[in-house]
DNA sequence: AGTCCCACTGTCAGATTCTGGCAGCAGCCG
DNA sequence: CGGCTGCTGCCAGAATCTGACAGTGGGACT
């Protein structure tokens, strides 16, 4: 096995384990020595992993996603620069920037030429419309990542308020509006609620009981019923 | 200097050459043997680069984007799948299909359960709203990449008609319509053409006599009054 | 046809790099 | 303190990479 192939195979095994891993436990599944397994680190560290060993403990990676070397086609980065700018102009300011930090990384790496060219890529967004949330959404993406409850008060289309607590599964994307797609306790049914009209957003600690990709897929099914599918 | 980091080099100093060339050259220009050029030149294609080798020719790299490993936070890689699948709903088809190849790649080289995930990512798009165009953006795209004129018919927003000859050099992508954003011939100043009002393009081969960065940056300062500006 | 240039492959000795084991230092914990 | 761990320097053997040579086949030009 070639060095790089072992550096991603150590990647992975790191984002298998979730509790620290001692270097030891880490060459053992490996097949290779403690002092190559340093040396392995190392280099990972130095490409910008996000590995972090502490003495006493072990090994943990920050949660994150390592990319292999990746070929694009001039078409398919512009696909991705124009919709990362996109994203980098949707109000949910923590998503906005990792859209915009995404970029940067990307711009990072190249070549000098390449990198102009993606700065003055020709490919523009015009400004986000319509209606600004009073919430953070990024709290809401939290919970959906983490299967965690939410409480809020909800005005809907009619003004009648209400509070509801919700298992949040999904986060839609309309031209002027966002949309939290989730399992309502009160109602025990799916709900979608415009953000716009939620309040006093509670993020809570409580796991909810389903997992979120269930969830999801038992949405989707409903939409089979002529109602217009956000799709995905 | 690693192998690795010589493979890169590689890649770039092929990217700079547009006419193809000898193996010979490139391994002078690097420094090192033909021999081991041709080990590098395979190492690379097996990573999926799109390197030609002709006898009789030389090396040909078609063009495309090479990325190093790199690593992303959970937040950016959503911005970049929620990004990707935006552009995917565009109407400008070719687009529209890279941006689906690009996730396709991505996915590709991920671990199962990260490919799952992202799969089922919970950040939804709404189907794209507003006018379709008649007419076929990617033309307009390949238009402003290579720096081509531009030929067609414009209806403007009192129903007049009007030939033009432009240079285009940006496009404009907005709630509900598409902006070619281009140099006018006939009134010798920039001017904005919506995507749905156009029609009978003409991609001409002619070559228009600016920079397409010039032009966008001029066009670009004639912004900083107080119009509305796109951005990007 | 003949010639030149070129991509591409096999082989092999020497240069280079990688690897594993050892020793040692420092931080954390019970 | 002792046990566990991360981390570094060192060095000999293993593995890999490199350069040189020889040879094959394809395309282009004369």
Redesign the interface.
């Known amino acids: 096995m070639s060095r790089?192939a072992r550096l991603l195979d150590l990647i992975?095994l790191l984002?298998r384990h979730r509790r620290p891993v001692s270097g030891r436990t880490l060459a053992g599944e490996m097949g290779i020595s403690i002092r190559t397994l340093y040396r392995d680190i190392a280099t990972l560290q130095g490409?910008?992993?996000?590995i972090e060993g502490e003495a006493g403990l072990g090994y943990v990676l920050r949660?994150?996603?390592?990319?292999?070397?990746?070929?694009?086609?001039?078409?398919?980065?512009?696909?991705?620069v124009?919709?990362?700018?996109?994203?980098?102009?949707q109000p949910d300011s923590?998503?906005?920037a990792?859209?915009t930090?995404?970029l940067a990384?990307?711009a990072a790496?190249?070549?000098d030429?390449?990198r102009?060219e993606l700065d003055?890529?020709?490919?523009?967004?015009?400004?986000a419309?319509?209606a600004v949330e009073g919430i953070d959404l990024s709290l809401v993406?939290q919970a959906?990542?983490n299967e965690r409850k939410l409480g809020f008060l909800y005005r809907d289309a009619g003004g009648a308020a209400s509070e509801r607590m919700v298992w949040p599964?999904?986060?839609?994307?309309?031209?002027?509006v966002r949309v939290v797609?989730a399992w309502c306790e009160a109602r025990q049914d799916f709900r979608h609620f415009r953000a716009d009209r939620i309040s006093g957003l509670n993020a809570t600690d409580v796991r909810y009981p389903r997992r979120?990709?269930a969830l999801?897929r038992e949405w989707r099914t409903t939409l089979d019923t002529p109602r217009?599918p956000?799709?995905?």
């Open positions: 790089s992975q984002r490409q910008g992993a996000p949660p994150g996603f390592m990319l292999p070397p990746l070929m694009f086609t001039d078409e398919e980065i512009e696909a991705i124009l919709g990362s700018r996109w994203v980098a102009k923590r998503l906005s990792a859209a930090d995404a990384k990307i790496v190249l070549p030429d390449l102009e003055a890529s020709t490919l523009l967004v015009g400004p419309a319509g993406r959906i990542r599964f999904a986060l839609g994307f309309f031209d002027k797609v979120r990709q999801l217009s956000p799709g995905g």
